[in-house]
């Protein structure tokens, strides 16, 4: 079951007046791990989904207020979305919020595109520059133009952000928040739109980079750990998947020296013989 948005958006208004809809795959649904769950449970689950999605990504756990939402009793709802939650069929982006993974992830993918055809169509507007100088050249250029740009947004639509880069990116901000809690991009109305980015350029780190999905989770939970001796702490310069990425060599080097640090300082003190 997978959904489906544009880019870009700030509110769940504009997104569902956008593209009022998201994609339900019926063997991905049939085949999830939602079937484990009785009718009434899967019920609340599509209609958790159809709000997040409304709001832009996410949805306030607040469970007097979904109960009335959904005319169904609190006790109810409340044991749904605990059930569901414990399962991985709703995932918390943030203290106090939830959103379901499928949802994280097409918007992972619709930012990435999104980013793409931008890309596109400024090479586009180029090519119509060159056009004044010299017809010919210009023409050239411009079928270069088009080639390219259809290429990628052929490669592009074959291509789907992975669930394991979503996870490490919700892992990512729910970390960023226990130190940074103030942290402008994972405020509400820039949270989905931050992880989604972020699932791009860690699907980037996994894809192309060849990092190990467990190596990137290893550094995530490493960072709020690391603590310099000259008072350097890399958490405060790691606020972003991308910076995740383009770090990685350092982050690793760092971990591994104090890991080694810490087993010398073990076997100082008798622990190692």
Known sequence: MRCN??????????????????KFMVQDYLSGDIQAHDMATQGIFVNLC??????????????????RLFRVDEAVLASALQVLLEDGCMVETRPGYVSSKFILLQLSERVELSGKRADAGRKGGNAKQLKRRSKCQANAKQKGSISESESESESESEKRVSQVATDL????????????????????DKRPRTIANWSADIDKAVRLDKREPEALHALIEWLPTHEGSDGFRWR????????????????????????????????SDGGIT
């Open 169 to 188: 990116a919700t892992s990512l901000a729910t970390g960023i928040g226990t130190w940074k809690p103030d942290y402008r991009e994972l405020r509400r």
């Open 236 to 267: 405060d310069n790691v606020l972003s998947g991308r910076k995740l990425r383009d770090q990685y060599d350092k982050l690793d080097i760092a971990k591994n020296r104090e890991n080694a640090s810490a087993d010398v300082q073990l076997g």
């Open 50 to 67: 159809s709000r997040a999605w409304k709001q832009g990504g996410e949805l306030e756990h607040n469970v007097p207020k979904l109960a």
């Open 5 to 22: 948005t544009a880019g870009g958006f700030s509110s769940g208004d504009a997104m569902s007046h956008d593209l009022p809809y998201f």
